[in-house]
C-alpha cells in the first residue's frame, strides 16, 4: 500500500514508519524536513498522489490554548482536504486516552476538535486514541514542577511505549476503516506519583516526588478515571522496568 504519515519524524512516526517499510509498503512522510509543510499546504497534495491511507501523528510544537487549536484545526482541515481530493480510502489518527476528560486543558481541548473535524470529514476514518506515552514523561515532570519538587496527583495511568503505539497504527493501517473510536493502552496500571518516581530514581534525578491530590496535570484535575482506557482496548507489551532499564542501559 501506498501510505502517507503525517509527522512521520516524530517520536511515534518515526517508528511506523520503519515498520510500514519493513513490511513492504511505500511509506512517504509528510514533514517539513521532506518539503511538506501541513499547515501551508506547501508540497501537501503532491505527497498525497496515489495514497491508499493517511496516517496523522503530528503534534502541536506548543501546549498553550491558542497555538494548540489553531494547529490541530488547521493541519487537521488541510490533510483532510487532500486526502478527500485524493479519494483516500483510510484516515488513521492518533489521539489521547481521556482527552474528553481533560477539557480544562486547551491542548486537549484542541485534540477533541481534530476528532471533531475527523469524524465530520466524510472520509472513511479511524481514530487510535493511546494513553500517555513513557517517552513523554520529562515533558510531565517539567509541567508538574513546583521549585525543586516534582508535584503530581496519585491518579492511576496506563502508560504506553511509543514504540507499542506504533505497532497498533501499523495494523490498523491494514484494516478497513472502523469509522470508530480505538483504543491502546499500556500493559500495566501505576499511580502517576510513583510511575515518575521510578523514571526519575532510574535516571538518577534525585528530584522530589510529591503525591498531590489537587495537582493539575497540563492544567486540569486528575481522577483514578481521568487517563484510563475504557473496557476493551488494546494493549501495548512493553513493560516500564523494561522501557526504563534500554533507556538509562540498565543492565537485566
Not at 42 to 58: K, P, R
Not at 78 to 101: D, P, T, W
Not at 157 to 172: R, S
Request: hydrophobic letters at 45%; charged letters at 25%.
Amino acid at each position: 500500500m501506498n501510505i502517507v504519515v503525517a509527522g512521520g519524524t516524530g517520536c511515534v512516526g518515526s517508528k511506523l514508519v520503519e515498520i510500514l517499510r519493513r513490511q513492504g509498503h511505500e511509506a512517504r512522510v509528510a514533514a517539513r524536513t521532506a518539503g511538506v509543510d501541513v499547515l501551508t499546504r506547501q508540497g501537501l497534495d503532491e505527497v498525497m498522489v496515489g495514497a491508499d491511507v493517511v496516517v496523522d501523528v503530528l503534534n502541536s510544537p506548543s501546549f498553550d490554548d491558542a497555538p494548540a487549536m489553531a494547529f490541530f484545526e488547521t493541519s487537521s482541515r488541510n490533510i483532510l482536504e487532500a486526502a478527500a481530493a485524493e479519494g483516500v480510502k483510510h484516515y488513521l489518527a492518533l489521539s489521547i486516552v481521556g482527552c474528553e476528560r481533560l477539557q480544562a486543558s486547551g491542548y486537549f481541548r484542541a485534540k477533541l476538535a481534530q476528532e471533531r473535524l475527523i469524524r465530520e470529514a466524510g472520509v472513511p476514518y479511524s481514530i487510535l486514541r493511546s494513553t500517555q506515552f513513557f517517552e513523554f514523561l520529562d515533558r510531565v515532570v517539567e509541567d508538574s514542577l513546583d521549585g525543586d519538587v516534582v508535584r503530581l496527583a496519585p491518579a492511576r495511568v496506563q502508560f504506553i511505549a511509543a514504540g507499542d503505539v506504533a505497532a497498533a497504527l501499523a495494523d490498523i493501517t491494514g484494516r478497513a476503516p472502523a469509522n470508530d473510536t480505538i483504543e491502546v493502552a499500556g500493559p500495566d496500571p501505576f499511580r502517576l506519583d510513583d510511575l515518575v518516581r521510578r523514571f526519575l530514581a532510574a535516571r538518577q534525578d534525585g528530584r522530589a516526588v510529591v503525591a498531590d491530590p489537587q495537582a493539575l496535570y497540563f492544567g486540569a484535575p486528575l481522577t483514578d478515571e481521568t487517563l484510563i482506557a475504557g473496557s476493551i482496548p488494546r494493549f501495548g507489551h512493553t513493560e516500564f522496568d523494561n522501557w526504563i532499564r534500554r533507556l538509562a542501559k540498565i543492565p537485566a
